[in-house]
Structures are given as structure tokens and as C-alpha cells.
């Protein structure tokens, strides 16, 4: 194993993810950390936040001040925590492409 990795460990005793390989921070439940670009390709980071809620109709508008409204790209990424296990649906409305990767 590489020095710098920490060994998985199985606490359900926990509501956390301490010591889960590469995450070391309590989950605070405050939202997803979102990176917003000034390009549809993820190029030119803009503004960097923390976005409590994933539901969004931006229109004509830019998404954040300081993010160009015709082309940008935005990505989300952290943890979430489901109030019950079950099967949970994502949906993605939008007039253009867009990418929805969960899990990996």
C-alpha cells in the first residue's frame, strides 16, 4: 500500500467518512463544492463556491457573476448523503449537451 494512502476502514457507527480513502472531512451537509468555467470544455476557471442546492433554470442569465451566460461549464463535486438507501433518479433538462457522472 502507498505510504500516503490510508487504509479503508468499515465504521458504521459513524455518520462520517473519516478514513475513507481520499476524503479525511466530515460531511457538514452544506452542499457541493461547484466549479464554474468560462467555457463549455471546463477551461478558464471563473468562480469557485459551494452550491447547497443542484436545481437550477439560469435562462439567459450567467449562472454566478463573473461566468460568461453563452458558454460555460460547471462541475460539481463532493459527497451525498441519502436519507434511505434506495434507487434515487438525476435529470438533466437543458437545451445543449451536457455530462453526469456519479461515482466516478
Known sequence: MDDNAKEIQDDSSTDNCDGLLGYETPIRGDGLNAQYYNTPNFKGLAVEQTDSYIDFDWGS???VNG????QFSVRW???LKTPVECDYTFRLKLALGARLTVDG
Open 61 to 63: 442569465e450567467p449562472p
Open 67 to 70: 461566468v460568461n451566460p453563452q
Open 77 to 79: 463535486s463532493g459527497f
